[in-house]
């Protein structure tokens, strides 16, 4: 129950997430991903981006592992564990099945 109650406290107070009047700019970085391993479409990844925020999600939407490249590059905190990790179009990334990244700047 803690992570529901930190993904709502995420959501009411990050402008990255803001719906409605005023709402953040929603862009796919699906159309970014490169599989390596895998089948198109097993990456799915977006970017909201508010006025002071930048949220940006990456998840592996299947049963098997992914092997990707991504066309981004950028420095963010994982929501999950607080920890930095940097997107670059050099690295080569692997997700476990239906893994997920929440990342914040």
Excluded: C
């Amino acid at each position: 129950m803690k992570f529901l109650q930190k993904l709502g406290n995420l959501k009411n107070t990050n402008d990255a997430l803001t719906t409605g009047a005023g709402r953040a700019a929603y862009q796919s970085l699906t159309g970014l991903v490169n599989m390596n391993h895998g089948k198109e479409n097993q990456i799915f990844a977006f970017k909201r981006t508010g006025q002071k925020n930048t949220v940006i999600l990456i998840a592996n939407m299947s049963k098997n592992y992914a092997q990707f490249s991504m066309n981004f590059n950028g420095n963010f905190k994982n929501f999950s564990d607080g920890k930095f990790k940097k997107l670059s179009e050099s690295y080569e990334y692997v997700m476990k099945p239906w893994e997920y990244w929440i990342l914040l700047n």
